[in-house]
């Protein structure tokens, strides 16, 4: 792969008097989005705690500062100083751009966000000798969405002019079977008979070899059905479901809420995966990734693996039921979603199946809510909404490192489909509707510093990680991003956990 870009190939050494070249701009614009949300969480705590009331001047707090600021008003006097310095960047990263050589809709975007920060800074004035008015506090952050939002967009055209080669537009299409594993060609014939039963041709696909021992074979099998949950899905959402509950909670949690939750979630989640183990297994024989799963090399009969299915299934509603019902209805929409509306319908069909199967990750946040409170409450809503708009940000990467093997499978992921240059650009913008959930999460939620931390500094590595993909073009950096995007959701759940239990 060519590490050549568009900007490279135009021989313009220096298309930035300021900082020259685009890679220096593009980071420069990085760290002006990264500041404004920045801005924007320390200004959703400050409204949240009403710290603005300490400081009823502007832009100073008066004789207040006599002494060494602390509580609310270092809260807001940092707010504040947060502001000054990002405007400073704001600015700075206009001229660049206008100075430099960048397309009409980014100086446009640029020229939006400078204006949305001088009506910001009247706003915030306004609030701040008024005594935090509701209104305008709520047109304060608005109004940094905006800055913020302009910000993005003006990164992604940017990255995009820079880094995306014709090659990089063209859908991958579908990958020929001389590029398949052993015995997938005569799996691709008998996927159209998936639902019928195994074919002839799958009788073809080598079995593992088994252990001569029977406590060899004992543990193989074990394991082998162990894989049919898919057990990496497991971690995390199971954090998910336990930030619902501490969102619910706080330190009221009782231990037995949290087991049979817990329990419930995870046989829900092996259910499901052994669901989608079954009704893919004939396109698994033709996945490099996917072809040595249980049931696609007949380890586990297909019989014995809708058994287990039906019995996690029945065993995870029971343990749901003995918190309350509703738990136990959304735990079963989150298994027929996963392993019918997902796999059956918007996998194969869809291009956007990654975008609405993110339903799917979802549901643990309201189930965790619901197992507390017996009902669907706001906080359970937003955090559901963080997960939603994660899930593209998030496998969108992985999609682009297997995009062949996507295509071998005849997935209309996004890169098979629309191309990478498309995919990167989408990873961007959902990352940033996910800063922005996240943010309108500490709105509705009793969260504090720790969080608001862990938003900017995780959400910065995972930036860092997006603009890096773009600019390397690899299946290496797409699984740096899709492992920054872990660790960010990871990091913001433990937060959320800890915050939560601690008010």
């Known amino acids: 792969m060519s590490t050549t870009t568009p900007a490279e190939s135009t021989g313009d050494s220096r298309p930035f008097p300021l900082v020259g070249s685009h890679e220096r701009f593009t980071w420069l614009l990085a760290a002006a989005v990264i500041g404004v949300y920045l801005l924007i969480v320390v200004g959703a705590t400050t409204a949240l705690t009403d710290a603005a009331a300490a400081c009823g001047s502007w832009p100073g707090c008066g004789g207040q500062l006599s002494a060494p600021p602390s509580g609310d008003l270092a809260i807001a006097m940092g707010h504040r100083l947060v502001a000054l310095v990002v405007g400073a960047t704001v600015l700075t990263v206009a001229v660049v751009g206008w100075l430099g050589d960048v397309a009409r809709r980014v100086r446009g975007a640029l020229a939006v966000a400078v204006a949305l920060y001088a009506v910001q800074v009247g706003i915030g004035a306004a609030t701040a000798t008024a005594g935090a008015v509701g209104t305008l506090s709520t047109l304060h952050l608005l109004f940094g969405t905006g800055i913020f939002g302009a910000l993005v967009l003006s990164l992604a055209w940017t990255l995009e002019a820079d880094t995306a080669m014709p090659e990089d537009r063209d859908p991958v299409g579908r990958v020929e079977a001389d590029a398949e594993p052993a015995g997938s060609d005569d799996a691709t014939a008998g996927s159209e008979n998936a639902g019928a039963g195994e074919s002839d041709a799958a ?21 082998a059905y162990f894989r049919l949950m898919k057990p990496r899905l ?64 007949h380890l586990v009969p297909v019989r014995n693996a809708l058994a287990f299915a039906g019995l996690l299934t029945v065993a995870s509603l029971a343990l749901f039921l003995q918190v309350n019902l509703l738990a136990a209805a959304l735990g079963l929409v989150a298994i027929l979603f996963y392993s019918v509306i997902y796999t059956l319908v918007l996998k194969p069909n869809t291009v956007q199946n990654t975008v609405i199967g993110g339903a799917a990750g979802a549901l643990p946040a309201m189930i965790g809510w619901a197992a507390v409170t ?32 996507y295509a071998r499978g005849g997935f209309p992921m996004m890169p098979v489909v629309r191309g990478e240059a498309v995919t990167r650009k989408h990873i ?57 995007s872990n660790a960010y959701l990871g990091a913001l759940l433990i937060a959320i956990v800890v915050d939560a239990m601690a008010f």
């Not at 696909?205 to 193989?220: C, I, N, Q, Y």
């Not at 509950?245 to 049979?260: K, N, P, Q, V």
């Not at 963080?386 to 969108?396: D, M």
């Not at 309108?440 to 959400?459: M, N, R, S």
């Open 203 to 223: 009788d073809e696909v080598p079995t593992p070899e088994l252990p001569e021992s029977a406590l060899g074979r004992a543990k193989l099998t074990a394991f």
């Open 234 to 297: 497991m971690w995390l959402l199971c954090l998910v479901a336990s930030a619902g509950m501490a969102l619910a909670a706080g330190d009221g949690l009782a231990i037995r809420t949290i087991l049979l939750t817990l329990g419930g979630g995870v046989l829900a989640i092996g259910a499901s995966g052994t669901y989608n183990h079954v009704l893919e297994r004939d396109i698994d024989r033709k996945m490099a990734r996917t072809s040595d799963r249980p049931i696609a090399t």
């Open 428 to 484: 961007l913008l959902y990352l940033a509707a996910t800063l922005l959930g996240a943010s309108a999460l500490t709105a509705v939620a009793d969260l504090g510093v720790l969080y608001a931390v862990t938003a900017v500094a995780f959400g910065a590595a995972f930036l860092w990680a997006v603009v890096r993909l773009h600019r390397e073009r690899t299946e290496g950096a797409a699984f740096r991003a899709f492992h920054a």
């Open 374 to 405: 017996g009902k669907i409450g706001l906080p359970g809503l937003a955090l559901a909404g963080v997960i939603f708009l994660w899930t593209p940000a998030h496998f969108y990467n992985l999609a682009l490192a297997y995009k062949e093997d």
